[in-house]
């Protein structure tokens, strides 16, 4: 089992509605859950970082953290086809952060 | 405009030549990473430095060795490379290991082994 596993794409959306992201992690000691954007053939850029169980809302984004069932989700509302890219999940624990395979996201419009 | 900057953006290079990749940052980020991207995988773990010391080596041959000469810069020395070395190689800084912090990446180099 991998320690940090997303859904397997790819995932394709029209514009304007809400993509999907979900990720799932073995790891119970891992405290701090992050997502990265990556456009093709760029590094990945910070979009969402999460601590705590609950919602975090950030403009069109919205994560998700439940500890219990180990799962972290990722909510785009209002997609645009400059969202498309590959959505990476990382979990950090003890000072290293482990990535999930990626989804990639292609918004239609 | 990224606060991590890796020189070069491109690198090629023989097998029997010897190379450094350099990284930059200013934001008083005390924890350094090297990653290493294969396309279409995620990045994969190579080095962490805490404060200029060396932490975490995920195994990595000896054909790479990093260096931290100060809190701004990492370097990575490359050395006898195999052309399944070629990746994109990324740098990126945290606050502090452990701290929870998110990673800044660099837009990397990308290297090609001859």
């Known amino acids: 089992q991998k320690e940090v596993e997303q859904n397997s794409g790819p995932l394709s959306v029209p514009e304007g509605a809400i993509a999907s992201l979900n990720c799932t992690y073995s790891d119970r000691g891992s405290q701090s859950f992050f997502w990265y954007r990556q456009y093709s053939g760029k590094s990945p850029e910070l979009i969402m970082s999460?601590?705590?169980?609950g919602d975090k809302e950030d403009g069109r984004f919205t994560a998700q953290l439940n500890k219990a069932s180990q799962y972290v989700s990722l909510l785009i509302r209002d997609s645009q086809p400059s969202d498309s890219a590959t959505y990476l999940c990382?979990?950090?624990?003890?000072?290293?952060?482990?990535f999930g395979d990626g989804t990639t996201l292609t918004v239609k419009p | 405009d990224t606060e991590v900057t890796q020189t070069p953006k491109h690198l090629v290079m023989g097998m029997t030549n010897k190379k450094s990749l350099k990284c930059e940052q200013h934001m008083g980020h005390r924890a350094m990473y090297w990653y290493k991207q294969k396309a279409k995988k995620p990045p994969e773990l190579m080095f962490v430095y805490s404060y200029e010391k060396l932490s975490i080596n995920e195994s990595v041959p000896s054909r790479f060795s990093p260096e931290c000469p100060n809190s701004s810069l990492l370097n990575l020395h490359l050395h006898a490379l195999q052309p399944e070395d070629s990746a994109l190689y990324l740098c990126a800084s945290s606050q502090r290991v452990g701290s929870g912090s998110p990673l800044h990446f660099g837009n990397g180099t990308r290297l090609t082994v001859t």
């Open positions: 999460i601590y705590s169980n």
């Open positions: 990382a979990a950090l624990n003890a000072g290293k952060s482990t």
